[in-house]
Nanobody, 119 residues
Framework: QGQLVESGGGLVQAGDSLRLSCAAS????????MGWFRQTPGKERESVAT????????YYADSVKGRFTISRDNAKRTVDLQMNSLKPEDTAVYYC????????????WGQGTQVTVSS
């Protein structure tokens, strides 16, 4: 299933930017669609952004469109999430996840990284 390790979270002010990074190991990275998800206490985990295994297709939640950008580097086995114009409602634990191109669900998850945006 591989291992995913997120980094880059922290405490920022509204309007600031953060870049999250996820490093993958133990899987053929280029075979996997990758995604960033987030969760706050009492709420279900939601999909924030995903990128296809080729990098040619991306998806963004309406709440982050125009502010967040997902990218991947198959040579480095990393997937990043650039977050600009952060809002307090972006506060959450952010998780990186991997879904093999022919699989129906995300099967590998990172441990999560906290992002806190103060107003």
């Amino acid at each position: 299933q591989g291992q995913l390790v997120e980094s880059g979270g922290g405490l920022v002010q509204a309007g600031d930017s953060l870049r999250l990074s996820c490093a993958a190991s133990g899987l053929t990275f280029s075979d996997y669609n990758m995604g960033w998800f987030r969760q706050t206490p009492g709420k279900e985990r939601e999909s924030v952004a995903t990128i296809s295994w080729t990098g040619g297709s991306t998806y963004y939640a309406d709440s982050v469109k125009g502010r967040f950008t997902i990218s991947r580097d198959n040579a480095k086995r990393t997937v990043d999430l650039q977050m600009n114009s952060l809002k307090p409602e972006d506060t959450a634990v952010y998780y990186c996840a991997a879904r093999r191109y022919n699989a129906g669900r995300y099967g590998s998850w990172g441990q999560g990284t906290q992002v806190t945006v103060s107003s």
